[in-house]
């Protein structure tokens, strides 16, 4: 009787006062909106304030730049000077152990060992072994940490570099940028914390796709923006022909509130996420133009980067921009160079594919260190598995192609916590197996996560009943390359 009398007395109805209920929750979303980290959505007891490490962080700042396809470790870090001499000779069964292939080298009669086209030579204090085809990178072995023994279960492509870009072989999960993004926030409240530059080389090329910057389970928000390789960097972020920025903040004040309603009525909180991308985009408005403007660097810093960092959409471009980019607080910088796939070719393929990267990745370094934000920035360099150290196919005198190798292959890491001038971990004579120091794809995602402040087993997003982290079930960090 007494609940009759509240309903008639004051028209309340269970769902007239949960709505009034979701309504103070919608205004809480619009507040933040002026504190976008006071809350974290999706948290469970492993989450903290955005913003808020774990620990003291070693990095601020990651640039991945993801050498998409595949570069060989053989003609690039790995000097194995045993297959020159072993050159056609099949490849020992005491060695390769029955192990996995794909199915392009799998029918073969033979594997005919085949060593590198190109000469090696030391560099640097650390005495590291680089090829001749990237005589700038040789400059700045001192200040990189050469992981030589990095491996995975993928022998394919996409799951390989969706496992590299995820730490899953299966998409839909989200991904290193958004796992940050997730874990630490913006550092700069006028752009994303989680950027994406694509570029394409000059060699056969594998595809990159938006599952690689995906906010998987998380929020929206944390998803990957990406740049696109014109002039306007970010489509469709320009006000419209007509309309101003004043027209744009009062369309923007009324889209709010009209997704404040819709919250209250449904309460789905990917609402609360779309008014957050609005206000993003909003400020984003003033700031890109700004840093996408490479035309205002000074001249020796283009000659530093090569007369290529002009022309929007090229590698050369893209680490500048993603120097500039860094250094204005973007957490996370993921740059994808495609073309490194060298089934057949090697010889003529890989060397445009160095040409293409080798001074302007050795420029980002050396222009991070002279500004003082190397230490603060972690640089990544290497892609989603190795190289075989035999031929694909029938091997040729005047060229030759190498198949997927997962047991072993070699990435680098600069500035940002790691050990410089080191080389971490020891391959066979073969190039073949790993005789020291394994790093596993989750060690390598714990290790990157650590440098940034956070533990990997706590950084954690509750879905479907599971909580789920970067590394899974597995991964533990590399403690020998910590500075």
């Known amino acids: 009787m007494e609940n009759e009398f509240i309903k008639q007395r004051f028209h309340v109805t269970r769902r007239h006062f949960l ?3 979701s309504l103070g929750l919608g205004s809480v979303a619009l507040g933040s909106l002026l504190i976008p980290d006071l809350f974290k959505s999706g948290a469970d007891e492993g989450a903290m304030l955005a913003g808020l490490p774990h620990f003291a962080p070693k990095a601020k ?10 570069p060989s470790q053989l003609e690039s870090f790995d000097y194995k000077p045993l297959l020159n001499k072993m050159a056609g000779q099949d490849l020992p069964a005491s060695i390769r152990m029955g192990q996995r292939l794909t199915g392009m080298t799998s029918g073969q009669a033979s594997f005919p060992l085949v060593g590198s086209h190109f000469s090696f030579k030391q560099y640097g204090q ?7 085809i990237f005589p700038n990178m040789a400059k700045i072995v001192d200040d990189v940490c050469f992981i030589k023994t990095m491996h995975t279960e993928a022998i394919n492509h996409d799951p390989a570099l969706t496992f590299m870009q995820s730490g899953a072989q299966q998409g839909n999960r989200p991904s290193m940028g958004a796992w940050l993004s997730y874990g630490l926030g913006s550092e700069n409240k006028n752009l994303p914390a989680f950027c994406v530059l694509l570029s394409r080389g000059r060699g056969n090329g594998q595809g990159v796709y938006s599952k690689l910057w995906t906010n998987g389970f998380l929020d929206s928000i944390h998803q990957g923006v990406q740049f696109s390789s014109s002039e ?10 007509g309309r101003d920025r004043n027209g744009t903040r009062k369309m923007l004040d009324n889209l709010a509130e009209l997704n404040a309603m819709n919250y209250q009525e449904f309460g789905d909180p990917e609402t609360q996420t779309r008014i957050q991308q609005y206000e993003m985009a909003y400020r984003m408005q003033t700031a890109v133009p700004e840093l996408s403007d490479l035309t205002q660097e000074p001249d020796h810093i283009i000659k530093m980067y090569g007369a290529d960092c002009l022309v929007p959409g090229t590698y050369a471009s893209n680490c500048l921009l993603a120097r500039k980019l860094s250094e204005s607080g973007v957490r996370f910088v993921q740059l994808y160079h495609q073309g490194w796939d060298q089934h057949g070719n090697m010889v003529g393929e890989m060397p445009l594919q160095a040409e293409d990267v080798d001074r302007s990745t050795a420029a980002l370094v050396m222009d991070l260190k002279q500004r003082g934000l190397l230490d603060e920035t972690l640089v990544i360099w290497g892609g989603e598995f190795g190289r075989t150290n035999y031929c694909q196919g029938k091997l040729s005198k005047e060229n030759y192609g190498r198949d997927h190798h997962p047991r072993a292959y070699t990435i680098w890491m600069a500035g940002g916590g790691v050990k410089p001038g080191l080389v971490y971990g020891e391959t066979d004579e073969f190039g073949y197996n790993i005789v020291r120091d394994p790093v596993h794809v989750n060690d390598f995602h714990a290790t990157v996560l650590h440098l940034m402040g956070l533990n990997h087993e706590q950084l954690t997003y509750k879905h479907l009943g599971r909580r789920y982290r970067l590394t899974d079930v597995a991964g533990k960090v590399v403690s020998g390359i910590l500075a």
């Open 19 to 21: 709505g009034k209920m």
């Open 61 to 70: 700042r990651i640039i991945y730049l993801f050498q998409n396809g595949a």
């Open 126 to 132: 650390s005495g590291a072994w680089v090829s001749e």
């Open 232 to 241: 306007e960097r970010v489509l469709y972020l320009k006000d419209p022909q």
